[in-house]
């Protein structure tokens, strides 16, 4: 399974972008996904997840309320969708997949990464 995130860019403090994680692959729809950040001189964070099915979703603490994750296995992409964009959320965004929802919510592990996209927020 190959992931390609898209849909980064510079945006006001208070706008919305939405994120779009693409893959390749028949076994995509049988597959969790979570999307990552990691910010300037910081670690890499959880953001969100979804199972595969899209029943479950699970958010960080730091984004719940403001951002939505959706998918639609159909097009094989993954989306989030983050709403009242404040500077702190400025970070590469990551999509990565695993067989275990769990897995991508509680020990941000990934059998699958893609590249980054770059979302920047000015104040």
Not at 34 to 59: H, L
Not at 110 to 117: A, F, M, R
Request: glycine content about 12%; charged content about 15%.
């Amino acid at each position: 399974v190959q992931l390609q995130a898209s849909g980064g860019g510079l945006v006001q403090a208070g706008g919305s972008l939405r994120l779009s994680c693409a893959a390749s692959g028949r076994t995509f729809s049988s597959l969790a996904v979570g999307w990552f950040r990691q910010a300037p001189g910081k670690e890499r964070e959880f953001v969100a997840a979804i199972s595969w099915s899209g029943g479950s979703t699970y958010y960080a603490d730091s984004v719940k309320g403001r951002a939505t994750i959706s998918r639609d296995n159909a097009k094989n992409t993954v989306y989030l969708q983050m709403n009242s964009l404040k500077p702190e959320d400025t970070a590469v965004y990551y999509c990565a997949a695993h067989a275990s929802v769990l897995a991508l919510y509680s020990r941000s592990s990934g059998d699958y990464w893609g590249q980054g996209t770059l979302v920047t927020v000015s104040s």
